[in-house]
Every structure is written in C-alpha cells, then in structure tokens.
C-alpha cells in the first residue's frame, strides 16, 4: 500500500513538473485558457500557438532548475522547493481569478494539485528537519524567478517579432 510518508521531495518536485507539462496544460487547452487569458487579462491576440510558445519558456527555465536541483539535491534544494512553489502559485492564481471573476478559470483542477503537492513538501521538509525561513525565502525567489523570467523574455520576444 502506498503511504504518504514515503513520498520523497524529489517525487513532488517531478511531479509538479509532470502535472504542469501533461495534466495542467492540456486542461487550460481543452477549456480554452488563451481566450480566456485574452477576455479577462487584456492579453491582445493569444492565440493557442502563442499560449503554447509562452509555456515553452516556463517548461525550459523549470526543466532547467529540475536538473540543477536533481545534481545536488541538498545543496540546489531551493531550486526543487522553488518548482513546487512555482506550482502553488500558478494554483493560487487560477483560484483567486475564479473568484475575481466569478467563473472557472481553465487550470483550476489541475491547479488544486500543486496545493496538494505544496502541503505535503512543507510537511515533508519539517519533518527532515530541515524548514527555515532562509530556505522558504530562497525558495520563493527561485519561483519567483521561474515566473518572472520567461514572462519578460516571451514578452520581449513577442515585441521583438511584432507578434
């Protein structure tokens, strides 16, 4: 019988990165994400193929940080917590926008796994002993660069091409 207990960090770390590229993407593709992102953000002409082109820029920066944290897993942990992070809030932002708006916002279930995987790697670092401020800090700003980074490149890129 699998047991809670037994799930290592790293498997949160991967599978936030798996739910993101299979799970979390191809539901905000099937309840249409980049018309939505357009209606209610402003985001002038996302189209599906530009939505696709800008998660390509998430998955390289998170794939990237994945195989440095997966190279010295005590030393580059900010960089795996920062993924499931990362996962927190691409969550907390699907919840709070359907709230905003009062309506399902495509990402919405799938997002709530990213909850689950955040709760249970804070629990699974207290337990290891190895919870700080330091580290919660640290964390946050490797999701925060995870996010921030690809959003100013694919933006900037996007101007460059006039698209």
Known sequence: MFKIKEIRLEH???????????LH?????????PAWA?????????TVSKWLLH?????FFIVVGYFIYRSNKERFLPLGLGIIIWGLLNSLNHIIFSFVFLEYSPGLFT??????FAVLAFKKIR??????????LLSILCALLYWG???ALFITVDRMLGI
């Open 111 to 116: 997002g709530l796994f990213f909850l689950l």
């Open 38 to 46: 357009e209606g209610r953000w402003g985001i002038p002409n996302y």
């Open 149 to 151: 980074v690809p959003i």
């Open 12 to 22: 949160l770390v991967i599978g936030t990165l798996l739910v993101y590229i299979t």
């Open 127 to 136: 337990e290891m002993g190895q919870l700080s401020l330091g580290l919660v």
């Open 25 to 33: 993407l191809l539901e905000e593709c099937i309840f249409g994400f």
């Open 55 to 59: 998660n390509c820029y998430f998955i």
